[in-house]
Antibody
Framework: QVQLQESGPGLVKPSETLSLTCTVS????????CSWIRQPPGKGLEWIGY???????NYNPSLKSRVTISVDTSKNQFSLKLSSVTAADTAVYYC?????????WGQGTLVTVSS | QSVLTQPPSVSGAPGQRVTISCTGT?????????VNWYQQLPGTAPKLLIY???NRPSGVPDRFSGSKSGTSASLAITGLQAEDEADYYC???????????FGGGTKLTVL
């Protein structure tokens, strides 16, 4: 059974870089779109970006200048870095894997941006 | 303002049928890109409900069905149950934005 688990700091200071890692167990990450999606408190889902084929990336144009998604196939992990964060980046961050639709999601991790 | 437009809320009594619409443009749903639907129960991660506009993943009850015509897609839920109370999101790909887009979400209330 495929499972995804996000890990990383729950509190990040303004102007710093948010870093999260997603560990995938029970299945591969190669051949799939591995995505990061976030949800501000009480709001809807926002796609951040994805990585596929072990290196090709695609980012939300509104976040592109601040986002980097990378993959470590040896550890079956993929990671998110979001730089120069502000309070507007406070959200639950989900990692997810899919091909036809996003079939597997992590449980999500709340990241708060505050000094 | 979401690229895909959904009604903010819908409601229905147990046993009834409800539909949730998802309206896009010629850059996304109208361009032939797949429409997928997700159910998000309170405090949980979204769950894939429908992919490719009409297909149900294994384990999803056949009370849930999807359709698509032109730039719009719909999710129908029949035999409404209390456990269906959740937020529902549609999702597609937008060629102009070169990325994944979500609808704003629809809150389903079971009366």
């Amino acid at each position: 059974q495929v499972q995804l688990q996000e890990s990383g700091p729950g509190l990040v200071k303004p102007s710093e870089t948010l870093s999260l890692t997603c560990t995938v167990s029970g299945g591969a990450i190669t051949g799939y779109y591995c995505s990061w999606i976030r949800q501000p408190p009480g709001k809807g889902l926002e796609w951040i970006g994805y990585i596929y084929d072990t290196g090709n990336t695609n980012y939300n144009p509104s976040l592109k200048s601040r986002v980097t998604i990378s993959v470590d196939t040896s550890k079956n992990q993929f990671s998110l870095k979001l730089s120069s964060v502000t309070a507007a980046d406070t959200a639950v961050y989900y990692c997810a894997r899919g091909r036809a639709g996003i079939g597997y999601w992590g449980q999500g991790t709340l990241v708060t941006v505050s000094s | 303002q979401s690229v895909l437009t959904q009604p903010p809320s819908v409601s229905g009594a147990p046993g009834q049928r409800v539909t949730i619409s998802c309206t896009g443009t010629s850059s996304n749903t109208g361009a032939g890109y797949d429409v997928n639907w997700y159910q998000q129960l309170p405090g949980t991660a979204p769950k894939l409900l429908i992919y490719g506009a009409t297909n149900r993943p294994s384990g999803v009850p056949d009370r849930f069905s999807g359709s698509k015509s032109g730039t719009s897609a719909s999710l129908a839920i029949t035999g409404l149950q209390a456990e269906d109370e959740a937020d529902y999101y549609c999702q597609s790909y937008d060629i102009s934005l070169s990325g994944v887009v979500f609808g704003g979400g629809t809150k389903l209330t079971v009366l």
